[in-house]
């Protein structure tokens, strides 16, 4: 069923559809990433394809492969019933040049799934909207699904924020002095008062 | 007496009309889960909002990596923990569609029951969740009260209420026990009863419904460029239920309809909810009256399979194997597969890679919640404050495994 989508891929893009194969199922095509766009619209907008949803994008980190990084997005038709998984390969040793299209405006559910693969692999998607960190803090160093992150790296404290970037005050007055409230978890201050 | 003669502007007379920030969470009290909306008001209308999410970021992904296949199994409960059955069979169906083995039959029939009881567990939860937000606290305690019955059932198989841990590759932890066909046939009737009571209350109830209907609506067509997948899709039309369109373990020999909504809005998706559970009901029946009784659970495959426990200690053979297995894992052939289920919130999707060694070289898992979850922001604009509560109970965010 889905060997069709791999043929016609082949017979439309040529040199553009690196490899493909199925294996245990999985219709995979490797796609080259400066045509990675124009290859999802076509997968979407044809009507013999008819992906209208993609179900899922990661990335995976290959650190001995020269580009190192593999984009890979899994589509689905529901009219069509069937499944694709097409993949790009990005990213020099260092993990710099990790950039890709972005394809929020091909299918708008991937906005956030490109903000998690940001997050966490290190990959730019260029045209991104809003490409913020999601699942981490901004203050985050690093993109801990890298194989060159280690797993019990520590994080550099985050500083307190001033004033001025939190644009609220930021000392905080006590809600009630030392005489009100519940006497108990009190006793310090009525060991300064010499009570005891 | 003379009427009040303003000397003012009319632009004067009217409020002060600059938009409200608002802070809606991390943990807010009528929200389950840690999501945090940052709203920008109007009045009490939502102008623009802004969803974050990462607040139960526990990195699974890296942890996954650092183990074996089998030590993955306690991450995946805490994914979803309102229904880690489901995660489990999930997870183990991926790796074994990459060992190219199938369970055997009894097997899969008792992974059928247990998943569907997951599934009723989710789903009570999430509806009963949704109308005690609402003010509704007597229908919640009706649900948590059916959901006991599940959990006990549970209890009974695997020895935990929430966190199973209870799916292996290849097979399951332990077989059945005997008295699971007679426990799960009492109980089904009871939390149908349960079920329809605390539905009496709630559908025929003025306020609840005006507060549900035509809030959070949604069209067929946005939701499927949105990803979602599940009730939430289900909800507007979209009959797309893995397990009908693509059929795993034993689900094309067991007859089950898939509910779906018409307009896509909040109460839709609590009334495919409530479709659902009948229907899981219907399932774990059927599984009852064609899981055989004997045969064995779980696969005869040295590579990936557990020795018993006996022949551990009794043999030479069994104990290293025993000892392979715990300390290099089993060896899953290399490549990569994306195996997909019905989760209980939608299609749950691990994508896993090896490289031919005892640990996994990747495990992405795709939540069903994370697409949904982006949606919300969607749904809420233009709408009402106090919308947020039920449009967001409705979409069954969980944070486990939104956040990974």
Known sequence: MSQRVLETLKEKFGDAVLETHSHLGD??????????????????????????MAVDLCAVDYPDRTPRFEVVLHLYSISKRHRLRLKARVGDAEGEKAEIDTLTDVWVGLNW?????????????????????????????GHPLRKDYPANKAQPLVPYRTEEEAGVPLDKLAPFGPDEGMPFGRRVFAVDRGES | MEPIDLDLEESELELPSEPMHLNMGPSHPAMHGTVRIVLELSGETIVKSDVQIGYLHRGFEKMCERGTWNQVFPYV????????????????????????????ERCQWYRMILGELSRISDHLTCNGAMAMELGAFTPFLYYIKAREMVWDILEEETGARLTHSFGRIGGMAHPPTPALKDMCRNAIPAILKLVEEGEGMLLRNRIFIDRLENVGAISGKDAIALSWTGPCLRATGVPYDVRKAHPYLKYDEVDFDVPVGTRGDTLDRFLVRLGEIRQSARIILQCCDRMPDEGPVNVDDPRFVFPPKRDVYTTIEA?????????????????????YTEGGNGELGFYIVSDGTGTPWRVRIRPPCFPITQGLSELINGGMLSDIIPVFGSLNMIGGECDH
């Open chain 1, 27 to 52: 219709e995979t095509a490797v796609v080259s990433p400066e045509r990675w766009k124009e290859i999802a619209r076509f997968l979407r907008d044809d009507p013999s394809m008819a992906f209208d």
């Open chain 2, 77 to 104: 409960d805490r994914l979803n923990y309102v229904s880690p059955m489901l995660n489990n069979v999930g997870y183990a169906l991926a790796v074994e569609k990459l060992c190219e083995i199938e369970v055997p």
């Open chain 2, 319 to 339: 104990t290293i194997q025993h000892f392979k297995l715990v300390m290099e894992g089993a060896k899953v052939p290399k490549g990569e597969v994306y195996s």
């Open chain 1, 113 to 141: 799934f490109e903000r998690e693969t940001y997050d966490l692999m290190g990959i730019t998607f260029k045209g991104h909207p809003d490409l913020r960190r999601i699942l981490l803090y901004p203050e985050f160093e």
